[in-house]
């Protein structure tokens, strides 16, 4: 073999031997970016320990409810992400999550102004809460809807200023300015009180949650079960409610994520079905807007 040939031929084995060392560096590489990529976070999330059905623990001691599931299959959409989840009390949840203890909470909650200050809401909600008037059975001929209550005068038990209710009867007033209902500041009282009141014929109507109404008077076990031929009640609107997150950057991150996550599980129908199995129907077919 000649001198060129053997000059020649080890410039080839370094090329090779070359390229090859170029293709695992850049392989290396891309497995480090890939291992970065996959690196999971962990969010701690709150829940009440007794809201049935939207959050609750089970009889096994488990994490369970309408808002938890749906975290739970937004949690397996989200392979960065792992959710860790802790039943609470409503007040630990929301001084929890202001300090950071917790990432999301989920509690049943509607969006307000004071809230959208202190923590991060989704633009996409988890579930919805269903409002309307609970009213005497022999007046449902006369009152089908908050705005046939409204037009004839009907006359509300007073709701506290600071409740989300009082918010949703201002907006019905200034959508339906020729017939308002007449809105009044509450005192003190208890559910118990505003059934009585509506019974003894001092107001017509109360200003109701579904789930509330069908806990306390439907429901068998209900505490106001005996009122069940004598209290109706009819739907008004389905009120959003939302996970509440804790404020950082990290957080803002996830907040698009579950967006994204949750619109897929509404495509997919996962919600409707979820709502289905724990609520009977379809909670979010009450919501209007």
Do not use: C
């Amino acid at each position: 073999m000649s001198r060129k040939k053997i000059i020649i031929g080890t410039l080839v084995g370094v090329v090779v031997i070359g390229g090859i060392i170029a293709v695992r560096s850049l392989q290396t590489s891309k497995n480090a970016e890939a291992a970065s990529s996959e690196k999971v976070t962990v969010l701690q999330v709150a829940h009440t320990q007794n809201y049935k059905p939207y959050d609750y623990v089970d009889e096994n001691g488990k994490s369970s409810g309408f808002e938890v599931d749906v975290l739970k299959a937004v949690d397996k959409k989200l392979k960065n992400y792992k959710f860790e989840y802790n039943p609470t009390s409503d007040e630990d949840l929301l001084v929890g999550l202001e300090s950071g203890k917790y990432d999301i909470g989920t509690k049943g909650a509607w969006k307000t102004p004071e809230r959208e200050e202190k923590f991060i809401i989704p633009e996409e909600k988890i579930s919805a809460s269903v409002i309307g008037i609970t009213i005497r059975t022999e007046d449902k001929a006369k009152y089908t809807s908050l705005e046939s209550f409204a037009e004839a005068g009907g006359k509300l038990v007073p709701i506290s200023p600071q409740s989300a209710q009082y918010q949703v009867i201002e907006d019905f007033n200034q959508a339906h300015q020729d017939t308002p209902i007449q809105l009044d500041a509450a005192e003190q009282f208890t559910i118990s009180d505003a059934y009585a009141w509506v019974l003894e014929k001092r107001y017509d109507a109360f200003f109701d949650i579904k789930l509330s109404f069908d806990n306390s008077v439907i429901a068998d076990a209900g505490p106001y079960h005996q009122y069940v031929n004598q209290l109706s009640y009819v739907p008004y609107k389905g009120i959003p409610t939302y996970p509440l997150i804790h404020k950082d950057e990290t957080n803002e991150k996830f907040a698009k994520a579950y967006d994204q996550a949750v619109k897929e599980l509404a495509d997919d129908g996962t919600l409707t079905k979820l709502s289905e199995k724990y609520f009977g129907e379809d909670v979010f077919s009450y919501i209007t807007e």
